[in-house]
């Protein structure tokens, strides 16, 4: 059977039906293929009949009497039977389930599925239980449904495909198609994560396969500047740096570097959690740039982190670095570090574009940079970014930590709120530490009474934490005044720094061990791990304290994970990726079985894919699958 051919086709299946499927996103018989079970039903244990309790979830396999219609006192119609095995016998009941009365007229050797309560007569019953018509037991599948399309229903349908599957029309080794779609639906065991990585990495490969297909009409128009490796001033520069590169980090620097020797713009997102390195990796492919000639554009959402990659790259470098913001503009440089300025600048000779904390920067404004080299960084990426290395516009490098940040994150109740404050104090003054307090907005105008301002928090809680030293720091203070507000803090002239998100990247003080975050809730997940990253860069145990009485669910995650791929899955889940390319930030990919937050089975669906693209007319059910994928085109035009 074709199937990739309408579900209509398939036996059993008319219009109505197809509705009803169309629902759970089946309209093939390969979609119904890939209609995973949520859960599993574990019939491998047999009860018996003599020995059922009351109350007791039964699994029962012998001999079911002809089923018979009949009316009770009260008027109820009910189908009525009677089970036998080895052991004795059990009555057997159902209600408005008359067409089993037709089905069932002899004797049959069927396993039944429910539960034993009184009924009549105080008589020990099993209840409407699920019946099979087989002698095999095991797993029993349990699917994501929708009215009129149950999983027993699905079960059958899926059953009765399996033994005409081809078996292996996706060209991956092992496990084996046909064995993991079998395997998957119909488990011997519940071992199945072979079987299901097996699924996603089909469901990785056909989606990336597809953006690279459109990729290679969008490269035609480009030209970028070829470089050439100086392997040995390349080394000579790497031994200068006072710490070892991590296998991750010289991973990433090997995969840029061989972009940057071709005449296609790369663009590739970089990603890590803090204190990775994603800093020197970036700056080792600047210096290539200079190498050969090249100027670098090196971007930066806020004026604090611009002056902070300022001065990291100034002692980098034995050549001046410029710096391109609203107060300061040097820029006869080899290396630029600005804000979002430099991006409608023309400078003469660039050659590559490095973009941090790439979620700051919006899809049209990183859409002006595609004529170069574009690397861009990001400790935790937005769902659109993660979509677009599935869909194999963005290549994709993973670093991982030197070490896992020692960060507690706690959800606080509002009635604990003043029990938190205390032991904050205890903290500073035994540790000798800081704290952050970020407040959504700089002032009360901004939005209701309820919503914390930084300036009135800074007001209020002046005297909350008397004596301890307080200072306030948002986006409307003049450069100079937030320069000497970081500087103070810095010097540890402050304990305590009540701020808006201006603080959400780029700040890097070790003794920073607390930050409280409130209405939390108004911020994104990425902007709270962002947030959170300001702490936890020292040797003490750091804290991230959650404020906020909505939304909690979701702020949950928070607490779970600090991982910055699994809070963009969680993010995914709660309000998809976006127009893939397009300038909307929700919206789902139709994804079946594979996960957003797995880097190394993405890097391995694209080597594959990369592997397969010049022969892929020789996979026809592969390449149908890939056809059948529709991506919008790059819209720039607004």
């Known amino acids: ?52 309790q009351p109350g007791e979830e039964v699994c029962l396999q012998g001999i079911l009497s002809p089923v018979k219609n009949q009316f009770t006192k009260s008027g109820k119609f009910i189908q009525m039977a009677t089970f036998t095995d080895a052991s004795g016998t059990l009555p057997v009941i159902w209600f408005n389930h008359i067409f089993l009365s037709k089905n069932h007229r002899i004797p049959k050797p069927v396993a039944l599925f429910g539960k034993v309560d009184f009924f009549i007569g105080k008589k020990i019953t099993l209840i ?52 993991s779609i079998s395997s998957l639906h119909f488990p011997i065991n519940l071992d199945l994560l072979d079987y299901k990585t097996r699924l996603e990495l089909d469901e990785l490969l056909v989606h990336i396969l597809s953006g690279m297909t459109q990729k290679e009409k969008r490269l035609e128009k480009q030209n970028a500047p070829v470089m050439q490796i100086d392997q040995k001033k390349l080394k000579h520069f790497i031994s200068t740096l006072s710490f070892t590169l991590t296998p991750s980090q010289n991973q990433s620097i090997q995969e840029i570097l061989f972009d940057l020797t071709r005449n296609i713009s790369m663009n590739r997102l970089l990603e890590g959690d803090v204190g990775s390195g994603k800093t020197i990796v970036a ?72 973009i941090d904390e790439q979620h700051k920067f919006g899809v049209l404004q990183r859409s002006k940079l595609a004529t170069t080299h574009t690397l861009t960084m990001t400790a935790t990426p937005i769902p659109r970014s993660i979509a677009l290395t599935l869909y194999g516009d963005l290549d994709l490098s993973v670093l991982n930590r030197h070490r896992e940040p020692n960060i507690k994150t706690w959800l606080v109740p509002e009635e604990k709120r003043n029990n938190s404050y205390t032991w904050i104090k205890d903290q500073i003054h035994t540790h000798k530490s800081q704290t952050f307090i970020v407040c959504p907005f700089v002032d009360i105008s901004e939005s209701s009474a309820s919503v914390k301002s930084a300036i009135a928090e800074y007001d209020r809680l002046k005297k909350v934490f008397s004596p301890l030293r307080l200072g306030l720091l948002h986006g409307r203070l003049k450069s100079a005044e937030k320069d000497t507000v970081m500087s103070l803090f810095k010097n540890h002239l402050l304990d305590i720094l009540v701020c808006t998100p201006v603080v959400e990247v780029g700040i890097d003080i070790s003794n920073t061990t607390i930050i409280i975050i409130e209405d939390a809730d108004r911020f994104g997940l990425a902007q709270l791990h962002q947030l959170r990253g300001r702490v936890g860069r020292g040797e003490l145990p750091s804290y991230c304290l959650l404020y906020s009485t909505k939304d909690t669910q979701r702020l949950e995650v928070l607490t779970k994970t600090q991982s910055g791929l699994e809070l963009a899955e969680a993010d995914l889940k709660l309000r998809g990726p976006g127009q893939i390319y397009g300038t909307l930030q929700h919206g789902f990919i139709p994804f079946r079985v594979a996960s957003f937050a797995n880097p190394d089975l993405i890097l391995k669906a694209r080597a594959l894919a990369e592997s397969l693209l010049p022969d892929l007319p020789k996979y026809p059910f592969l390449k149908r699958l890939v056809d059948k994928v529709k991506i919008p085109e790059y819209d720039t035009s607004s």
């Not at 149950?150 to 084996?176: A, F, Q």
Request: glycine share 6%; aromatic share 10%; net charge positive.
């Open 283 to 354: 700056a080792i492919a600047a210096y290539i740039a200079h190498l050969n000639g090249y100027r670098t554009l090196f971007l930066a959402p806020t004026q604090i982190l611009a002056n902070q990659h300022y001065q990291t790259l100034s002692k980098l470098f034995d050549f001046e670095i410029g710096l391109y913001t609203a107060s300061q503009k040097k820029f006869n440089s080899p290396i630029i570090v600005g804000t979002h300025a430099l991006i409608n600048k023309v400078f003469a000779k660039v050659g590559l574009v490095i």
């Open 1 to 52: 059977m074709d199937l990739l051919t309408p579900i209509t086709n398939f036996p059993g299946v008319g219009e109505k039906t197809a509705l009803k499927l169309a629902k759970l996103g089946i309209s093939t018989p390969y979609d119904l293929l890939t209609h995973l079970p949520s859960r599993y039903l574990d019939r491998t244990k047999l009860s018996s009949a003599a020995h059922c």
């Open 128 to 179: 409407s239980p699920e019946i099979e018509y087989t002698n095999e037991l095991g797993f029993v599948p349990i699917y994501p449904e929708t009215a009129g399309l149950n999983s027993k229903w699905l079960r059958n349908k899926i059953k009765s495909l399996i033994p005409i599957l081809p078996e292996n029309p996706i060209p991956i080794e092992s496990p084996i198609w046909k064995e």
